[in-house]
């Protein structure tokens, strides 16, 4: 029995201590992120002056690590304990982000510099969202992990919000470059949340490998995407939305700054109440999923609200940013009650011992697909004006759900609920024998 478990059931953020202080410190570093996510383009537009295409780079730079090291960090995590992964990996953060309004202290802050934080916090970010995600169906019961991904994802947009709305009032009271201090600080909160856990996984024996192990491990990762076609779409459909969603994020403060007029501090609260679809998505996808199922509602989420996105291009000052907000809202709702249903699924359907894999194979085309999508989002700005861009990018975020319109989901009422257990051996050759 998992700690914090026990015959009288209730909610998981009273009962379960370890639950409690993994959540605290996600929600807090998520906090952090979506701080960084508005601070890092105002530093590089209001102190560095950068360009639109700079901009864009800048977001890419924080997600290319997934493209470099995604898989073999997959491989490399189910060889060994995750939760001393996951706090090495928020100590570097909190390090990596004290630097940046040190360096502007010392006068040695560049775009340059910048990049380079954004890209060693990222490779942090793959470390740590690889461990994590096979660490948290460790301490949970199979029964609970419904309910811990919900507040998982439901905290988390909540924390992005609260951390989106700061982060424009921030750098409007105390400039866009202290805000990395409040970044900062919740990576010392996720880090000493994380020390606190009771749970100690078993160490695993080291054994030896032979030459290319781990190449092999990375390619068992990558056939069994390829070869299930649940999780193969699933895969296609994430990578070919978050480059329509970067896209358009990458680009979205200059859009909202330099095109529709706005200051800092409102850009913040706008970004911020659109996020607030991510909350009533965390919180409506377990019911909308029990009523029509698990496959149907994955459709709801992730093609019906998608349609909404091509409202934000139509933003203009005054009360047009409300055409923002309510594109952003159904964005948000979608994109959050989608991921709370595909969490499931995957822990649900994925052998434990394959997890880290799935997780770093998926996460290579999916989080892969985001700095190709910044650079998209960045170079269509440049090129051909950034509201032009915005429609662009926007409308790739319902075409993209048509994937999973003509895949075995839009032909089903509900996701497989039992666990794939043949070996990748036998399901490869499987899916190569003639029907």
Known sequence: MKPGTGAIRGGLLRRHHDFRLLWLGETAGKFGTSVTGVAMPLIAISTLDADTFEVGLLTAATWAPWLVIGLPVGAWVDRTRHRPIMLAAAAVSLVLFTAVPLAAWAGLLSVGLLMGVALLTGTSAVFFQTAYTAYLPTILDPDDRPEGNAKLHGSASAAQIAGLGSGGLIAQLAGAVNGMFANAAT???????????????????????????????????????????????????????????????????????????????????????????????????????????TARATLVFELGLAVFALLIPLTVG????????????????????????????????CPPELLGRLTASTAFLNYGAIPLGALLGGTLGTVL?????????????????????FSPIGRTRNLPTSQLRQPLSARADAVRAPH
């Not at 781990?214 to 076609?229: F, H, I, Q, T, Y």
């Not at 409300?322 to 009650?337: H, K, R, S, T």
């Not at 004006?385 to 993209?400: E, F, Y």
Request: hydrophobic share 55%; aromatic share 8%.
């Open 187 to 293: 990576f010392l909160v996720s880090l000493l949340c994380l020390s606190r856990i009771r749970h100690r996984e078993p160490r695993v024996p080291r054994a030896a490998r032979p030459r290319g192990a781990l190449a092999s491990e990375v390619g068992e990762g990558l056939r069994l995407v390829a070869g299930d076609p649940w999780l193969r779409t699933l895969t296609v459909f994430g990578a070919a939305s978050n480059l329509a969603l970067m896209g358009y994020q990458s680009i979205l403060v200059v859009f909202l700054v330099r095109t529709v007029g706005l200051d800092p501090g409102p850009v913040g609260g706008l970004v911020a109440a659109a996020g607030t679809g991510g909350v009533a998505g965390a919180f409506l996808a377990r019911r909308v999923a029990a009523r029509v199922g």
């Open 385 to 405: 004006g950034i509201r032009t861009a915005m429609w662009i990018t926007t409308a790739g975020v319902p075409l993209a759900a048509l994937i999973l319109l």
């Open 318 to 349: 005054g009360a047009g940013v409300l055409f923002y907000v309510a594109g952003g809202f159904c964005v948000a709702a979608g994109v959050v009650a989608g991921n709370v249903i595909k969490a499931g699924f995957q822990q649900r359907y």
